[in-house]
Each structure stands twice: as structure tokens, then as C-alpha cells.
């Protein structure tokens, strides 16, 4: 099959790799990253996380773009029509029905979060920042998310911004956005690590707490945390990848350019946690603070620097950027599977899924306010529950069976004519989909379920 897909294609094996790697990077490595590291002690976490971006995630991210480079459809049909060319049955679509509802979860916490990066642009513009202490940092915080019409205001714009953005298709107005603003927002970031580096006076502190192997501390529960956040961080187990790929051309190595992303990707997530963790330490703050604490210590640090009302500002407007170009992709697999179903527009499709997401995000938004006491699992809000049950569990079940299908079931004619560019990576992409990504998966569930 070399025929483009109906839903537009990427202009080169580049713009492939932007747009993967803009819909990688965001949220999860900027705010979610530090704060789950955090939670769960630091060192410890962080290698489990390494390892499982290369064992598990790198081989599914390969297997996501095999299967939708060979089908060009959405992640739902591209199931159907790769199991059925394979002789399979073409239930294997429930995977990507599984990542439709994954995304639509997603995306109704990921656009409340970052509808309070969105709101932090004009809190850090109006210079409240500046001068200020850990403890003002952390009250401003409390009282923004407390107060529920500012959140929903944010949340629909944010969702607003991205459903037009979809609406208009992934056309050369994102791919040349992404283009310009990844390389400000890596160039920023490295000077904020520059920053934490020569002034917070607790670098080494940082460091340590990123990468000491500190296993003690690691419960099965926090292993399970670490593999969920490798997925989320490199959008897999859900099909965003797969949609991706659909649009990707022939000449390309798939493994090389998954290696590419997931290595770009795991950059931001460290620098952004060298850069908090330092600030947390000189700070007095709790490295353990939650979903919170990259909106106490960014700002504090911000507030502390020459220049930095400006700097923060672009910094914030940055992190939105990373998030939009995110939520695009987290909607890609329903909104193409609507405009494959219905024969409708994107721009109908689009508005449809926007309003699904909507009235689902209603529940985090609340999360912070007048829900804020409303726990779903044990201590954990709408927002916390939802983030918890898509990235723990969702996104690395849907990524089992993403693998077996890619290693086991996708028959070896259309792997084989996939991977011509892939060299000896090929074997070996196999034997990990095949055998350890599934296992590692299954290992993890198992021993943090035994554990409950
Ligand atoms: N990878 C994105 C981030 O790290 O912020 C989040 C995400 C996007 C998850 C797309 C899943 C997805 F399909």
C-alpha cells in the first residue's frame, strides 16, 4: 500500500519527526515529570523510567507507526485493516477504540492544566511574581485553582485554541510552528538550567535527587507509576502515534526516527527536572508537592531573575504551545475515525469530539474547587483519577497489545516491506516487541496489583 492517506500526509520524514515530537513533548515533561518524580522519591523512579522508555516504549512506538504507515486510517480502521491483510480477526480494533476513549480522558485533564499554564502567561506578565517568597508562590497557586470560573474560563479556551487548530487540519501553519517553537523552548529551558545551575546554590542537591539509585524507597506501586509516565510522555498505548504515522512517508527508518523522538523527549523531561528540583531545595519547598509544584517553583524562580517578568512570560506561553501541539494529537485518532465513519468535515468532527471533551473536563475543573473533596480512589480527585487510571493503566494496556499485534500477529510481509531502511535494528526491535516490552508490562501490573 504506498497511497497517501485521505487525511493529508507530512511534507517530509522531518516534519514527521516535529510534529511526533511536538506531540511528545509537553505537559508530561515539563509539569508532570518533575512532580511525579517527586512523588515517588526520585533516583529510583527515574532510572525504572529510563529503562522503560527504551525497552518498552521505544519498540511500541515503532509498532504504532508500522501499523499506521502500512494502513493510513485512523488508529481504529488502521487495526482492522492490518489484522484483516494479516488474516486476523478484525476485533483487534477494540485497541484502537480503547486509545479513542484513552484521548478523550486524557485531553479532559491535560486542557484544565494547561488552561493554568495559560492563565500563569498573564499572572507571570503582570509582574505578581516578582520578588516574592515560596510561601506567597504557594498561596497564589491555591487561590487561582480554587477559584472555579477562572479555571473553566482557561480550560475552554485552551480546548477552544486546539479544536480550531484541528479543525483546520495539521497543515503547514502547525508544522511550521512547531518548527521554531521547540528549539525556543529547548534553548529556554537550557538557560533556566543554567540559571538553576549558578544561583539556586543547590544544583548538586537537584542532581542527587534525580539520579541517585535510591532503591529502597521504589514500591511496585512507584514502578507502575514510572512505566505509565514513559507512555504518557511519549504519547503511546493510545493510538496518537499510530495516527501520526499514517500521514508519515515510505522513505524513512522507522527505528531511527522513534529513537530520534524518544531521545528528544527524555532531554526536556531531565532538564525541567534539573531545573525544579534545585529551586525546590533552596526554596524549602516539598519535593513531593504534586500536581502544583512546577506552577510554585517556575514562578519563584522567575521572580527572583533579571528580566524575568518577560522571560517568564515567553517561558509559560512556550509550555502552551508544547501542550497545544500535544491535545492535537491526543484528539487525532477520534477526530479522523469521525471523518472516516461519518464522511463528515474535519471541521464537524472536530467540534464534535471538542464538545465530548468539554463537558468530560467539567469534573477536573472542578477538582481544585468545589469537587475538591470529592475523591474517586483512594485520596485522588476527578483530575487525579482520571491522569491516574489512563496513564497507569490504559495507555500500557493498550500498549501490550500493540506490541503482540506489531511482533505477533501483523504478518511478516508487511513488517518486512515497513522496515527495508531498518537494518540489524530490526531483529532487534522484534525480539523486544515480541517478548520483553509485553512481559516488562504484564511483570509490572501484576507485582504492583499483588501489592494493593
Ligand atoms: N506526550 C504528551 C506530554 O508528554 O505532554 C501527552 C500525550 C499526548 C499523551 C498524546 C498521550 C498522547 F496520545
Redesign the pocket.
Known sequence: MTSDSIHGMWSSRLMFILAASG???????????PYVAGENGGGAFVIIYLICIFLIGIPIMVSEIVIGRFARKSPINAMATAASKSNASRKWQLVGWM?VV??FM?LSF?AVIAGWVLSYVFQLGSGVFVGISGESAEQIFKGFVGNVWEVLAWFTIFLAITVVISARGVSAGLEVAVKYLMPILFFLLVVLVIYAAVTSGHFLEGVNFLFSFNFEKLTWNSVLEAMGQA???????????MAYGAYMPKDASVIGTATMIALM?TGV?LMSGLVIFPLVFANSLESSAGPGLMFITLPLAFGQMVGGQIFGCVFFVLVAF??VT??I??IE?AIAWLIEKLKTSRRVAALIVGVCVWLLGLGSVFSTNIWSDLFIFDEMTFLDSMDYVTNNII?PLGGIFIAIFAGWVLSSMILDSEMTLDGWFYPVWKFLARFIAPAAVAIVFFMALLQV
Open positions: 506531540s511528545a513533548v509537553g505537559l508530561g515533561n515539563i509539569w508532570r515529570f486509545g484513552a484521548g486524557i491535560y507512555f504518557f510522555t511519549l504519547s503511546l498505548g493510545m493510538g496518537a502515534i523527549d523531561a508544547a501542550a500535544s491535545a494529537s491526543l485518532p495507555l
